[in-house]
């Protein structure tokens, strides 16, 4: 026996308060003279013996009816009646779980998750041999099944089942599920069939005739309604001195309530709370701007909705490095010809004034047979203006590739020395695009070269240009340029020119990211050193960078995804994990060579993930936030007809609803609300009959 | 205690009012109630053989001359009345839930029934009793009898148990014959045999004989509620019960002991009335005086 919402249980305790208000009034009879009582005696011989009988009668009906009331509100349920399936007790059977985020869904005192594992807990005991039970979302292939006729293993496979914050994939477990039942039988999924969790994985799956699949519906019991879906990103920005912090929240139906509220906090310090009026369906930012308490630690953020029905998506994690100093490398091909004029010059100037309290630019200008190997795992961005590749050190030009990979940042400005062939043989692999040659720009009367414009003035990069209402790249005029041709998926243009081409392109590579301006740093091709716009743009664009690539990794990262860390101490053997809740863990150092790392994945829960323990005077700690997939925030649902699109045979949706009362056979959970209110209407009669005796 | 006597307007409407008694009854003076002895009053009654001696002026010559035989004429000889009021005051009287306790009831019942007849020149006298006690007041139809009266009714406590048949036992041979014998009382801690001994004896003093019986209305109805531990007035009795649960077999139970005392009272021939501590005296008693002048065939009024 079981109850929806075993919270309201001790309500049951209430039943001692009609054993006490009996115990204290029983002596507390009120008293009236009454002449006429010899009558009375005579008719209390006969009756005494049976009212002593009437009031413990009484006294037990109460406490019944209190104890049935507690009952009924708990919502009894008798599950494990005629456990079996329909299919027969002996028939091979799989039960997939989905144990994405997205069932934590609370219905009543349970959530969804917990309802799909008792459901089939009723069932396991009507089972014989061997039955395979499958969780969705796993990390290890040993968490994600189990095939044991044992029952106890089962039940503590189930207890086991948590949540998987990441993505899952429904019809793979069902293939997987099809595997291990070769010679047929009966494959019970339940799901709350959300359409990403049961996208088609290229062609249907048929189902052999000796296979039936009963998929059950659990989202059919959820009432509640989610406030909305926050998202999250954080930046710095005034070199450091400050980090907007800035939550967009998909706002849903809320249950009815007029608005959500959105706080930001860093670190323990609640920095912004937001009401945002509801209309649902729209997206509304949050935004709050803070200071990061010292430099050189760890930013940690969070933007968090009040918690609704749907728990998982109301609050989102972020977690940033924040540097003292960054290490900038720039390495100028065309050295020392005009020292006035060339990109070295520009550069060092870029980097001259940044404003107090910021992360300080430490630059170091190089000529290219200078770049060493060691240097590139020193440096945060890497500036190759106008370099020939063939000049670089074999060695450093094969390193760049892994230094980005790793989380280095990486600038190039084009010229007449860089040449498109060899970059795209050389750094074709990290690069966000593909050089086309140089190109001259066609000669307008009266004008010199053409302009720039944005793709997206909001893009972060242009964030000192006010949304380009200050002139900035606009006013830059171009005469020659590299043309850039963006590889799809790979490379976002940031700045085109006035005739369509890209300028200013950027890639991601591993933990690193890249930009590739089209032209010079220098006023050979175009006069963008001479502008105002120059210096911000190229201090932004190696905060940009810096900032999406640690040295150490990513520190942002989704559940079940597997990240590499650098972990800065080789010797070590292990480090402690410290998760958000529950107890810590380990995970094991791998090195080569000099390189030592920590691979980071994680099923959940959401939250900061503290490596390395507590941190003691110089020891190192790394903080990676975890957030759930934003996939298991879509809830649109998948249909009838699209799942018998994807699984082909006999295939048959049924209902949570049905499910938890039995649907096959009319066995599992039944219902004792009904019986239980029956009870309580019948002690209830019997109160007044007793009670009020005529 | 509240008081035992009538407002004075219903006492004024009490005067054009007259008790007669069923009974023939013997007084010392003349008055309005039938004797037993043969008068001078205008109303005929009976023939009688004349007999050397009798007084000529009632000779029925009518009859002479048509039987040739000699009749006297005799009258009715009307005088007037000793009453006796016998009001219990135990303590099962000091009970009331509608106004007043029902020895309240009692006393002015008795008060305004000697007001009555020592207004109409007959003689009243009270005896209050209970168990060891009795407060007696002879009957005299003197001027000031019912100050007196009043002051004995006004100064009684009801308490303890009745002795009603020690008082009938001390009073009746104190009672002179053929007078009128009033007993108001809530009769609960009688017994039946009891009832019926008390009764005879008021019979054998062939006194016309009047039972008040004074009910109070919670008693009939047991209208209580609750878990109720009821005391007794007169003993250490209590009983613990739930009145909705035993109410409809005690209103039975009382209804058959109403029963049985009235039904005592006819055996006896004595006369029964139900006096209810509900219903205010005078009201009871002017439909009481109608209704017994109806049963007469005389007016009750003057």
């Given at each position: 026996?079981?109850?929806?919402?075993?919270?309201?249980?001790?309500?049951?305790?209430?039943?001692?308060?009609p054993?006490?208000?009996?115990?204290?009034?029983?002596?507390?009879?009120?008293?009236?003279?009454?002449?006429?009582?010899?009558?009375?005696?005579?008719?209390?011989?006969?009756?005494?013996?049976?009212?002593?009988?009437?009031?413990?009668?009484?006294?037990?009906?109460?406490?019944?009816?209190?104890?049935?009331?507690?009952?009924?509100?708990?919502?009894?349920?008798?599950?494990?009646?005629?456990?079996?399936?329909?299919?027969?007790?002996?028939?091979?059977?799989?039960?997939?779980?989905?144990?994405?985020?997205?069932?934590?869904?609370?219905?009543?005192?349970?959530?969804?998750?917990?309802?799909?594992?008792?459901?089939?807990?009723?069932?396991?005991?009507?089972?014989?041999?061997?039955?395979?039970?499958?969780?969705?979302?796993?990390?290890e292939?040993?968490?994600?099944?189990?095939?044991?006729?044992?029952?106890?293993?089962?039940?503590?496979?189930?207890?086991?089942?948590?949540?998987?914050?990441?993505?899952?994939?429904?019809?793979?477990?069902?293939?997987?599920?099809?595997?291990?039942?070769?010679?047929?039988?009966?494959?019970?999924?339940?799901?709350?069939?959300?359409?990403?969790?049961?996208?088609?994985?290229?062609?249907?799956?048929?189902?052999?005739?000796?296979?039936?699949?009963?998929?059950?519906?659990?989202?059919?019991?959820w009432?509640?309604?989610?406030?909305?879906?926050?998202?999250?990103?954080?930046?710095?920005?005034?070199?450091?001195?400050?980090?907007?912090?800035?939550?967009?929240?998909?706002?849903?139906?809320?249950?009815?309530?007029?608005?959500?509220?959105?706080?930001?906090?860093?670190?323990?310090?609640t920095?912004?709370?937001?009401?945002?009026?509801?209309?649902?369906?729209?997206?509304?930012?949050?935004?709050?701007?803070?200071?990061?308490?010292?430099?050189?630690?760890?930013?940690?953020?969070?933007?968090?909705?009040?918690?609704?029905?749907?728990?998982?998506?109301?609050?989102?994690?972020?977690?940033?490095?924040?540097?003292?100093?960054?290490?900038?490398?720039?390495?100028?091909?065309?050295?020392?010809?005009?020292?006035?004029?060339?990109?070295?010059?520009?550069?060092?100037?870029?980097?001259?004034?940044?404003?107090?309290?910021?992360?300080?630019?430490?630059?170091?200008?190089?000529?290219?047979?200078?770049?060493?190997?060691?240097?590139?795992?020193?440096?945060?961005?890497?500036?190759?203006?106008?370099?020939?590749?063939?000049s670089?050190?074999?060695?450093?030009?094969?390193?760049?590739?892994?230094?980005?990979?790793?989380?280095?940042?990486?600038?190039?400005?084009?010229?007449?020395?860089?040449?498109?062939?060899?970059?795209?043989?050389?750094?074709?692999?990290i690069?966000?695009?593909?050089?086309?040659?140089?190109?001259?720009?066609?000669?307008?009367?009266?004008?010199?070269?053409?302009?720039?414009?944005?793709?997206?003035?909001?893009h972060?990069?242009?964030?000192p240009?006010?949304?380009?209402?200050?002139?900035?790249p606009?006013?830059v005029?171009?005469?020659?340029?590299?043309?850039?041709?963006?590889?799809?998926g790979?490379?976002?243009?940031?700045?085109?020119?006035?005739n369509?081409?890209?300028?200013?392109?950027?890639?991601r590579?591993?933990?690193?990211?890249?930009?590739?301006?089209?032209?010079?740093?220098?006023?050979?091709?175009n006069?963008?050193?001479?502008?105002?716009?120059?210096?911000?743009?190229?201090?932004?664009?190696?905060?940009?960078?810096?900032?999406?690539?640690?040295?150490?990794?990513?520190?942002?990262?989704?559940?079940?995804e597997?990240?590499?860390?650098?972990w800065?101490?080789?010797a070590?053997?292990?480090?402690?994990?410290?998760?958000?809740?529950?107890?810590?863990?380990?995970?094991?150092?791998?090195?080569?060579?000099?390189?030592?790392w920590?691979?980071?994945?994680?099923?959940?829960?959401?939250?900061?993930?503290?490596?390395?323990?507590?941190?003691?005077?110089?020891?190192?700690?790394?903080?990676?936030?975890?957030?759930?997939?934003?996939?298991?925030?879509?809830?649109?649902?998948?249909?009838?007809?699209?799942?018998?699109?994807?699984?082909?045979?006999?295939?048959?949706?049924?209902?949570?609803?049905?499910?938890?009362?039995?649907?096959?056979?009319?066995?599992?959970?039944?219902?004792?609300?009904?019986?239980?209110?029956?009870?309580?209407?019948?002690?209830?009669a019997?109160?007044?009959?007793?009670?009020?005796?005529? | 205690?509240?008081?035992?006597?009538?407002?004075?307007?219903?006492?004024?409407?009490?005067?054009?009012?007259?008790?007669?008694?069923?009974?023939?009854?013997?007084?010392?003076l003349?008055?309005?109630?039938?004797?037993?002895?043969?008068?001078?009053?205008?109303?005929?009654?009976?023939?009688?053989?004349?007999?050397p001696?009798?007084?000529?002026?009632?000779?029925?010559?009518k009859?002479?001359?048509?039987?040739?035989?000699?009749?006297?004429?005799?009258?009715?000889?009307?005088?007037?009345?000793?009453?006796?009021?016998?009001?219990?005051?135990?303590?099962?009287?000091?009970?009331?839930?509608?106004?007043?306790?029902?020895?309240?009831?009692?006393?002015?019942?008795?008060?305004?029934?000697?007001?009555?007849?020592?207004?109409?020149?007959?003689?009243?006298?009270?005896?209050?009793?209970?168990?060891?006690?009795?407060?007696?007041?002879?009957?005299?139809?003197?001027?000031?009898?019912?100050r007196?009266?009043?002051?004995?009714?006004?100064?009684?406590?009801?308490?303890?148990?009745t002795?009603?048949?020690?008082?009938?036992?001390?009073?009746?041979?104190?009672?002179?014959?053929?007078?009128?014998?009033?007993?108001?009382?809530?009769?609960?801690?009688?017994?039946?045999?009891?009832?019926?001994?008390?009764?005879?004896?008021?019979?054998?003093?062939?006194?016309?004989?009047?039972?008040?019986?004074?009910?109070?209305?919670?008693?009939?109805?047991?209208?209580?509620?609750?878990?109720?531990?009821?005391?007794?007035?007169?003993?250490?009795?209590?009983?613990?019960?739930?009145?909705?649960?035993?109410?409809?077999?005690?209103?039975?139970?009382?209804?058959?002991?109403?029963?049985?005392?009235?039904?005592?009272?006819?055996?006896?021939?004595?006369?029964?009335?139900?006096?209810?501590?509900?219903?205010?005296?005078?009201?009871?008693?002017?439909?009481?005086?109608?209704?017994?002048?109806?049963?007469?065939?005389?007016?009750?009024?003057?």
């Amino acid at each position: 026996m079981g109850f929806l919402q075993p919270l309201l249980l001790p309500f049951a305790a209430l039943a001692a308060a009609p054993i006490v208000i009996h115990l204290l009034t029983r002596s507390r009879a009120r008293q009236q003279l009454f002449p006429p009582i010899a009558l009375l005696l005579r008719i209390q011989q006969n009756t005494a013996r049976f009212n002593r009988w009437r009031e413990r009668a009484l006294l037990a009906v109460r406490t019944a009816l209190v104890v049935a009331l507690a009952l009924a509100l708990a919502g009894p349920f008798l599950s494990g009646v005629g456990a079996a399936p329909d299919t027969g007790g002996n028939e091979p059977t799989a039960f997939v779980i989905d144990n994405s985020a997205s069932m934590l869904a609370r219905s009543g005192g349970s959530n969804l998750l917990e309802l799909a594992t008792e459901w089939v807990q009723a069932r396991l005991a009507g089972l014989e041999g061997r039955v395979h039970l499958l969780r969705l979302g796993a990390l290890e292939p040993d968490e994600a099944s189990l095939a044991s006729s044992d029952l106890d293993a089962l039940s503590r496979f189930l207890k086991d089942t948590r949540p998987y914050f990441g993505a899952v994939r429904a019809l793979h477990g069902i293939k997987e599920a099809l595997g291990k039942l070769p010679e047929g039988g009966h494959i019970y999924v339940l799901s709350d069939l959300r359409k990403t969790s049961w996208e088609s994985e290229g062609g249907a799956i048929k189902l052999p005739d000796n296979v039936g699949v009963d998929v059950v519906d659990m989202a059919a019991v959820w009432e509640g309604a989610s406030d909305g879906v926050v998202e999250m990103r954080a930046r710095p920005t005034r070199h450091g001195t400050e980090w907007d912090l800035n939550a967009t929240v998909a706002l849903g139906p809320g249950n009815g309530k007029p608005d959500a509220v959105v706080t930001l906090r860093a670190g323990s310090t609640t920095v912004g709370r937001i009401v945002l009026n509801r209309t649902e369906g729209n997206l509304l930012n949050a935004v709050a701007q803070v200071a990061p308490p010292v430099q050189g630690e760890a930013l940690l953020a969070e933007a968090r909705l009040a918690a609704d029905d749907l728990p998982h998506d109301d609050i989102r994690y972020f977690a940033a490095d924040t540097r003292t100093a960054l290490r900038v490398t720039l390495v100028e091909g065309e050295f020392g010809s005009v020292p006035l004029e060339g990109e070295a010059f520009y550069l060092s100037k870029a980097f001259l004034k940044v404003p107090r309290g910021g992360t300080e630019l430490q630059p170091a200008i190089i000529r290219p047979h200078m770049l060493e190997a060691n240097t590139l795992k020193a440096t945060d961005v890497l500036i190759l203006a106008n370099v020939a590749l063939a000049s670089l050190p074999k060695e450093s030009l094969a390193g760049i590739p892994d230094a980005v990979r790793r989380g280095m940042g990486l600038i190039l400005f084009m010229g007449k020395r860089a040449e498109s062939a060899e970059y795209n043989e050389r750094l074709g692999a990290i690069l966000p695009v593909v050089f086309g040659g140089e190109q001259a720009v066609d000669p307008v009367p009266g004008q010199a070269g053409i302009g720039l414009t944005a793709v997206n003035w909001g893009h972060p990069l242009l964030e000192p240009f006010a949304g380009g209402t200050q002139g900035g790249p606009s006013l830059v005029r171009v005469e020659r340029y590299a043309r850039l041709q963006p590889i799809s998926g790979r490379g976002a243009v940031i700045l085109r020119l006035g005739n369509g081409d890209a300028y200013l392109v950027e890639g991601r590579a591993g933990a690193g990211g890249t930009l590739v301006f089209a032209s010079t740093a220098d006023r050979e091709w175009n006069d963008l050193p001479v502008h105002p716009a120059f210096v911000a743009l190229v201090q932004q664009a190696v905060f940009y960078l810096a900032v999406q690539g640690s040295p150490a990794g990513p520190r942002n990262v989704l559940a079940g995804e597997r990240v590499r860390l650098a972990w800065p101490d080789p010797a070590a053997r292990r480090v402690a994990v410290r998760p958000p809740e529950g107890e810590s863990f380990d995970l094991p150092v791998q090195t080569e060579g000099s390189r030592a790392w920590v691979e980071f994945a994680v099923p959940g829960p959401p939250g900061f993930y503290r490596l390395g323990g507590v941190p003691r005077d110089g020891d190192r700690q790394l903080v990676v936030a975890v957030n759930p997939d934003p996939r298991e925030s879509v809830l649109e649902r998948v249909g009838e007809a699209e799942i018998k699109e994807r699984i082909v045979g006999d295939v048959q949706l049924r209902t949570a609803d049905r499910a938890l009362m039995g649907w096959t056979t009319g066995t599992g959970r039944q219902d004792l609300t009904p019986i239980v209110l029956l009870l309580v209407a019948g002690l209830v009669a019997g109160e007044l009959l007793l009670g009020n005796p005529r | 205690m509240a008081t035992v006597l009538l407002a004075p307007e219903k006492l004024e409407r009490l005067r054009s009012y007259v008790l007669r008694t069923r009974r023939r009854v013997t007084g010392t003076l003349t008055g309005i109630h039938p004797s037993p002895h043969y008068g001078a009053s205008i109303e005929f009654r009976e023939h009688k053989t004349y007999s050397p001696g009798d007084d000529l002026r009632y000779l029925d010559w009518k009859l002479l001359a048509k039987t040739d035989k000699h009749y006297v004429k005799q009258f009715e000889k009307e005088t007037n009345l000793r009453a006796y009021f016998l009001v219990d005051a135990s303590g099962s009287m000091d009970f009331g839930t509608a106004g007043a306790t029902k020895f309240e009831c009692a006393a002015t019942l008795a008060s305004a029934l000697s007001f009555l007849l020592l207004n109409q020149g007959d003689a009243a006298g009270v005896a209050a009793f209970r168990e060891g006690s009795r407060s007696v007041v002879l009957p005299r139809a003197r001027s000031g009898q019912l100050r007196i009266l009043h002051e004995l009714l006004s100064a009684v406590r009801p308490q303890g148990g009745t002795g009603l048949l020690p008082t009938l036992q001390e009073l009746l041979p104190r009672i002179h014959r053929r007078s009128l014998v009033v007993l108001i009382s809530d009769f609960l801690d009688l017994t039946p045999e009891d009832l019926d001994r008390a009764l005879a004896m008021m019979r054998q003093v062939r006194a016309e004989s009047a039972v008040f019986h004074v009910i109070d209305p919670v008693e009939r109805s047991l209208s209580f509620k609750g878990r109720t531990e009821f005391v007794g007035p007169e003993t250490a009795a209590r009983v613990l019960a739930y009145p909705e649960a035993i109410r409809a077999r005690y209103r039975e139970a009382f209804a058959r002991f109403v029963a049985d005392v009235k039904a005592a009272c006819l055996a006896n021939g004595v006369e029964h009335a139900e006096l209810s501590t509900d219903e205010p005296v005078d009201r009871f008693l002017f439909r009481y005086l109608e209704q017994r002048a109806v049963h007469q065939g005389v007016t009750a009024s003057r």
